[in-house]
């Protein structure tokens, strides 16, 4: 399997100030990374797949300027919410797959952004 | 994927089995059914995965019917802290959709002393 950490565990901000997420792999060499979001009693939902070194792909209907995503090396994975707004407020999950199964996902601990 | 049916809630004596079920009738010959679990505000836990033979590991066990159109997942002694909720997901197989899982509404299983 796969460690996977992020950072913060929570975070309130300011409505329009910009807030970064980290995942970070820590026994794995990840190429590729995906982070989820769940919004309150809802289920996960995919945003968008992170790749090191090259441009994240977002799902349909993730704005792409508004969630950054930086994946600059193998073990670590940056999800930037700019401009935040209180509909952002939203549990942010990141995952790793090892590759030797496609549906086979470590995860983080999440990450709780509430914007005030 | 295949769309996957789970029962909105289920409860379980601690100590007894836990026999969770999940509906998958439109999966296709080459797609896993796996198995994950959301403790809550927690990141989701894979446990188990399977194709068409029965499946265990330290976790769970899964029996998946012959035909394939469904599937339970097996608790065998739940214990408190196996309160959480269950997803029963069918990915497509191939790369195109590596990490796409698509989590229902799952399953919340409440184990009671």
Not at chain 2, 13 to 33: D, F, K, Q
């Amino acid at each position: 399997g796969a460690v996977v950490s992020q950072h913060p565990s929570w975070v309130i901000c300011k409505s329009g100030t910009s807030v970064k997420i980290e995942c970070r792999s820590l026994d794995f060499q990840a190429t590729t990374m995906f982070w989820y979001r769940q919004f309150p009693k809802q289920s996960l939902m995919l945003m968008a797949t992170s790749n090191e070194g090259s441009k994240a792909t977002y799902e349909q209907g993730v704005e792409k300027d508004k969630f950054l995503i930086n994946h600059a090396s193998l073990t670590l994975s940056t999800l930037t919410v700019t401009s935040a707004h209180p509909e952002d407020s939203s549990f942010y999950i990141c995952s790793v797959g090892t590759g030797t199964n496609t549906g086979e996902l470590f995860f983080g601990e999440g990450s709780r952004l509430t914007v005030l | 994927d295949a769309k996957t049916t789970q029962p909105t809630s289920m409860d379980c004596a601690e100590g007894r089995a836990a026999n969770l079920p999940c509906n998958h009738s439109t999966i296709s010959g080459n797609e896993y059914v796996y198995w994950y679990r959301q403790i809550h505000s927690q990141g989701p836990q894979y446990i188990i995965h399977g194709l068409k033979n029965n499946e265990t590991n330290e976790m769970a066990s899964l029996i998946i019917t012959e035909d394939r159109k469904s599937s339970t997942l097996i608790l065998p002694h739940a214990t408190l802290r196996d309160t959480a909720v269950y997803y029963c997901i069918g990915p497509s197989a191939g790369g195109t959709s590596y990490g796409k899982l698509t989590f229902g509404q799952g399953t919340i299983l409440t184990v009671h002393p």
